[in-house]
Structures are given as C-alpha cells and as structure tokens.
C-alpha cells in the first residue's frame, strides 16, 4: 500500500518544467528572428560572428559558437528617415516651382503699376520671401511628421509581433507575419499635391492695376481736354 516509485512514469512536474523551458527556448528564438526582419527598417543588419563561450549560458567553451547579432548600419538609414526624405524630395520642388511662378508674376504687376522701385514693392518682396521660408519650414515638419508616423508603425507592429510570439510560442508563424508586416510598411506612402501657395504675393494687386489704369485714362482725358480749348473764348470750354 505504500505505493513505490517504479511504475515508470513521466513526473508530472518536471514534465510541465521541461515544456516550460522549451517554450521560453522558443520564445528567445523567435524574439532573436523578430529583431533580424525588423532590422533593415530600422537602419540595422545582421552579422555573423564566432564567440567562445555558449550564447545560453554564458560559460566558456572549448573552441567557438557561431552567433548571429543585429548591429547598427551606418550606410543604411532607418525607413523613416528614408519617407521623411521622400516627402521632403517630393514637396520642396513644387513650393521652388510655386515660388518661382509667384516672383514673376510680382514682379510683372510691379512693373505694370510702374511701382518696381517703390516701397510696396519692397513690402511685397519682403513678405513673398517671408511666406516662401514659411512654406519650406513646414514641408520640412510634414517631413518629420512621416517620419515619426513610420517610426511609431514599426514599434507597434513589432510589439504586436512580440505579443503573438509570446502567446503561440511559435517562431515560425510570428516570424511570417513580421516579413508580411515589413512589406508592406517599405511602400512609400501616397503624397498629396501641396497645392497654390503663394496666392497673397499679388492680392490686391490687379485692383490697384485697374485703379491705376483708370487714372492714367482720366489723365490723358483731362490733358486732352485742356489742349483742345478754343483760344479765342475766355471761358475755356472744352470742344466735345
């Protein structure tokens, strides 16, 4: 009745030890295979090395291990550099363009208004130029924006990542949906048109264009009515 020990059976309890180490084996291998795909996301590669001492325990051992460590890359920037780059590229040439289109069309409704060398024309140079380093201030923080975007995606994939490795214990499937993930965060996201930029540059110009048109007409009108005075009559009249 004392119930011996030799029956040969597994103990429960080491058992349940023994498949908890195997779990957090594969958990460690899995987290290892997450950071080499994440790694050309965030301006990181692989190398290869071989150490002298059991990557698990840390003890030495007679000759070498091959490991396998995911170090910085200097000659590869992380994506969201990469995207804050690629909206900077995309951008800045349409406000140069726009920039350009608004000086000249100034410039023409200075000259028109034969005002080129006056103060509003300083004015308008002035606050063309103020709103052209406005505008390349703020591509260049949209710029940042994409960039902290593309950042926070891969951190949150990645932890999503993590916490399916630690729930399934299964490398493999976490390591499938990471390639999936990392493919499709190296897609370039759709820029929009920035759009008219320079508007103000000649606001109000045209109806100081035609003001200053009607004037010269009335000018002319009034010059054209005091030559034409009949020389004999005092009274001036104007011949109609």
Same mark, same amino acid.
């Given at each position: ?108 409704? &200075? !000259?028109?208004?034969? #005002?080129? $060398?006056?103060?509003?024309?300083? *004015? ?5 130029? @103020? /709103? ?76 100081? &264009? !035609?003001?200053?048109? #009607?004037? $010269?007409?009335?000018?002319?009108? *009034? ?5 034409? @005075? /009949? ?10």
């Amino acid at each position: 009745m004392c119930g011996g020990g030799g029956g040969g059976g597994e103990d429960p309890v080491a058992y349940q030890r023994e498949q908890e180490q195997k779990r957090q084996a594969d958990i460690e291998r899995g987290k290892k295979q997450l950071d080499q795909i994440f790694a050309g996301l965030e301006g990181k590669r692989v190398v290869t090395e071989e150490v002298p001492y059991d990557t698990t325990t840390g003890k030495n051992i007679p000759g070498t291990q091959t490991v396998e460590r995911v170090v910085d890359d200097p000659t590869k920037d992380p994506l969201w550099d990469q995207q804050r780059e690629a909206y900077v590229d995309y951008a800045m040439p349409q406000v140069e363009d726009e920039y350009g289109d608004a000086s000249g069309e100034l410039t023409y409704a &200075l !000259a028109r208004q034969g #005002q080129s $060398q006056s103060s509003l024309a300083g *004015d308008r140079r002035s606050k063309l130029r @103020r /709103d052209y380093n406005l505008r390349q201030q703020e591509v260049a923080d949209k710029g940042r924006g994409y960039a902290n975007q593309a950042k926070q995606n891969i951190a949150d994939q990645k932890q999503s990542m993590l916490q399916m490795l630690t729930t399934t214990a299964d490398p493999g499937a976490a390591a499938t949906a990471a390639r999936s993930a990392v493919s499709a965060m190296r897609d370039t996201p759709s820029f929009s048109p920035i759009g008219p930029l320079f508007q103000s540059a000649t606001q109000g110009m045209a109806a100081g &264009l !035609a003001g200053n048109s #009607q004037y $010269q007409q009335k000018k002319r009108f *009034d010059n054209a009515a005091y030559y034409s @005075r /009949d020389p004999d009559r005092g009274s001036g009249n104007v011949v109609r």
